[in-house]
T-cell receptor
């Protein structure tokens, strides 16, 4: 199989605090993980690509100092939302690529984390 | 930039066929995907098609690709209540390291 977990599934925090979300590939090694943000009735917006052992690549318009990504091992990537504000409230989804396929970009998705900033 | 569009909602009766449509703008798209998202869950890859194909069938699923019109469709035969979900069309350019661009998603409601 190819299972990806996220923790926590739901978090509520106060404005100004930081929140860490974990993404784990449970039964495979993932050299690349992706972080998405999903808005209601909107598509998934790719925030950044996380490569094990190197700095994440952020998409245009995504603040790297606000959304800190650490891919410390082949099975774990973390997203930290620093100094969270209500506009950061969203559904955050991670995905992981299995192996080093140079053809189809098949990603396995986590169940998502619902962040609510009060 | 790349753009992938879908209609937001589709309602069908159980046992009928569902057809979900998608259009994309990137002429260099090489892989086109269909993902399914059930409530409160992540996305699950249903199927994908290479751009040099015009049809792919997998059990109840049929994918049709019109590369000239940049139009992709997913047909679900004998739609069941368990098929109720949001379906995302997505595309990527050649090479496994190219990013995947997702459509807005189509919510499929199956009426018993």
């Amino acid at each position: 199989g190819a299972v990806v977990s996220q923790h926590p599934s739901r978090v509520i925090c106060k404005s100004g605090t930081s929140v860490k979300i974990e993404c784990r590939s449970l039964d495979f090694q993932a050299t690349t993980m992706f972080w998405y943000r999903q808005f209601p009735k909107k598509s998934l917006m790719l925030m950044a690509t996380s490569n094990e052992g190197s700095k994440a690549t952020y998409e245009q318009g995504v603040e790297k100092d606000k959304f800190l990504i650490n891919h410390a091992s082949l099975t774990l990537s973390t997203l930290t939302v620093t100094s969270a504000h209500p506009e950061d409230s969203s559904f955050y989804i991670c995905s992981a690529r299995k192996g080093l396929s140079l053809t189809v970009n098949e990603q396995f998705f986590g169940p998502g984390t619902r962040l609510t900033v009060l | 930039g790349e753009d992938v569009e879908q209609s937001l909602f589709l309602s069908v009766r159980e046992g009928d066929s569902s057809v979900i449509n998608c259009t994309y703008t990137d002429s260099s798209s090489t892989y086109l995907y269909w993902y399914k998202q059930e409530p409160g869950a992540g996305l699950q890859l249903l199927t994908y098609i290479f751009s040099n194909m015009d049809m792919k069938q997998d059990q109840r699923l049929t994918v049709l690709l019109n590369k000239k019109d940049k139009h992709l469709s997913l047909r679900i035969a004998d739609t069941q209540t368990g098929d109720s979900a949001i379906y995302f069309c997505a595309e990527s350019s050649s090479g496994g390291y190219q990013k995947v661009t997702f459509g807005t998603g189509t919510k499929l409601q199956v009426i018993p």
